[in-house]
């Protein structure tokens, strides 16, 4: 059973399009979210980080998280050429410590057009 | 702002030779990671080291793999004897620990098994 779930897409909007980015996750230790953005060839960026349920907002992006139907979600709002990307969605258990390993979907390929 | 370095970019090596990528962590940051990604395929955990000694291994870490921080600054992932199926990109990431759990990335190493 894969941990975590990404609709690979992928997905085009055109600029100034609201982009809604999904993953599930079956593993219920987990308790803190991330999403990453990774360019072609690049290493992945930290784009924002949630703990348990809720919403996060930073400038354009906005994390959701809802552990009650093990739902991951990033929306973009004013979507920008530049966003064009990979999003990469990852969880980790929570505990006491900070060394838990990342569990990573697939990743979901976003291309904003002019 | 800091930023996690690999070297080298690309490195393409012969099967059953070793090869060391190398690392430089975030200054100050405690936990350092290695993860791999086969192109198309999701980013994977390697290994986690914190406080000089491997802290969590997946499956795919085998006899074959070994990590070790020779100073200050520097985190290595040395392969001993490359398979064709190590041919990946490398990501070395790092935590500032102290309650933080982020993870930051490199930019990637290319390792080709020829």
């Known amino acids: 059973q894969k941990e975590v779930e990404q609709d690979p897409g992928p997905l085009s909007v055109p600029e100034g399009a609201i982009v809604s980015l999904n993953c599930t996750y079956s593993n219920s230790a987990f308790q803190y979210f991330m999403w990453y953005r990774q360019y072609s060839r690049k290493g992945p960026e930290l784009l924002m980080y949630t703990y348990s349920s809720g919403n996060k907002e930073d400038g354009r992006f906005t994390a959701q998280v809802d552990k009650s139907s093990k739902y991951i979600s990033l929306f973009i709002r004013d979507s920008q050429p530049s966003d064009s990307a990979t999003y990469l969605c990852?969880?980790?258990?929570?505990?006491?410590?900070?060394?838990?390993?990342?569990?990573f979907g697939q990743g979901t390929i976003l291309t904003v057009h002019p | 702002e800091p930023e996690v370095t690999q070297t080298p970019s690309h490195q393409v090596t012969q099967m059953g030779q070793e090869v060391i990528l190398r690392c430089v962590p975030i200054?100050?940051?405690?936990?350092f990671y290695w993860y791999r990604q086969i192109l198309g395929q999701k980013v994977e955990f390697l290994v986690s080291?914190?406080?000089?000694?491997?802290?969590?291994k997946s499956e795919i870490f085998d006899d074959q793999f070994s990590v070790e921080r020779p100073d200050g600054s520097n985190f290595t992932l040395k392969i001993r004897s490359t398979k064709l199926e190590d041919s990946a990109m490398y990501f070395c990431a790092s935590n500032p620990g102290q309650g933080s759990y982020e993870q930051y990335f490199g930019p990637g190493t290319r390792l080709t098994v020829t």
């Open positions: 200054s100050n940051h405690l936990y």
């Open positions: 990852a969880s980790r258990p929570g505990g006491g410590t900070s060394y838990g390993k990342l569990t």
């Open positions: 080291f914190y406080n000089n000694e491997i802290s969590e």
